[in-house]
């Protein structure tokens, strides 16, 4: 009998009723939506002679015009793995697909996995090899993936920093672009969500990375029951992606002080005014 011919093996704390696991499908869509709103521009993108003013670095430039594009794309690829991990075992048109699903995003991380005996996982004599089929107990399954309390706080993180990012978006118009930027016609704006905080789509950004964290990093996501990130391979695939969203965040963060900077010298007491009354440049009261 070879791996895929298997059955799928699922623990006793790990089973969920198919219909509940089912739920988690619509559920990563809103979360590729709102990863899709945090990662789009709204608007094309400013022109040097727009992005002159702000003294943006070469590094700072790239991360957020190229890195934002990469990070969608992995968004979406870890949804779609998910949903069509699922599907192969919920919905009973896509049945066929289960032994495609177990050979290509399970079965490869599978046989990687630790004896559960082992008290050193890195010593070969306790890593069971890449080729020899691995112990029935030890197979990861699309069966264990499973929809989690952790899962539904983190899509509603997820979409509540979509939200909040988009109403910035349209507070802005064609002000608001990824690059730091002075446009001809810019303008100060302190209504809608800019009369609470300075920055609130670095607020949306942040809320949704916290979600993604929720989503992605916990029991019963693809991350954590395919075994992925056991492997060197899956590492080396899996890991550029937080780490640029990661790196994309912390440049973010950096500039706001930046931009406060240059709004003040472009508004000047009118900025300072509106600096006054809105204190808080991420949330209301904390920061």
């Not at 993108?45 to 002159?52: C, I, L, Q």
């Not at 264990?144 to 899962?151: D, I, Y």
């Not at 507070?171 to 730091?180: D, I, P």
Request: hydrophobic share 45%.
């Amino acid at each position: 009998m070879t791996l895929v011919d298997q059955p799928y093996q699922q623990g006793p704390s790990q089973e969920q009723n198919p219909y509940l696991r089912a739920l988690k499908i619509p559920l990563l869509l809103v979360f590729a939506l709102a990863a899709h709103v945090c990662s789009s521009p709204p608007v094309a993108p400013p022109s040097a002679a727009e992005r002159a003013p702000m003294r943006s670095t070469r590094l700072e430039f790239l991360l957020t015009r190229g890195g934002a594009r990469c990070i969608k794309v992995f968004w979406f690829v870890l949804c779609l793995v998910e949903v069509l991990a699922i599907c192969s075992t919920t919905v009973p048109e896509l049945a066929p697909l289960q032994p495609f699903v177990l050979r290509t995003l399970f079965a490869p991380f599978s046989s990687w996995t630790s004896s559960p005996s082992s008290s050193h996982p890195t010593s070969p004599s306790t890593i069971t090899p890449p080729h020899p089929q691995p112990p029935t107990s030890m197979i990861a399954s699309p069966s264990n993936l499973r929809l989690t309390p952790s899962f539904v706080l983190g899509c509603a993180l997820a979409a509540l920093g979509a939200s909040i990012r988009l109403r910035a978006y349209r507070a802005l118009g064609a002000m608001f672009t990824f690059e730091m930027a002075i446009k001809r016609d810019h303008r100060l704006v302190t209504s809608g969500p800019y009369a609470w905080v300075r920055h609130p789509g670095y607020t949306g950004l942040v809320c949704f990375v916290v979600g993604a964290g929720f989503c992605h990093a916990f029991e019963g996501s693809y991350l954590r029951e395919s075994g992925v990130l056991r492997t060197p391979l899956g590492r080396a695939l899996v890991l550029p992606g937080p780490l640029l969203m990661l790196s994309v965040g912390a440049a973010l963060m950096m500039r706001m002080r930046r931009e406060d900077e240059a709004m003040r010298g472009v508004f000047g007491k009118e900025w300072e005014v509106w600096a006054r009354r809105v204190r808080w440049r991420l949330v209301p009261g904390v920061y």
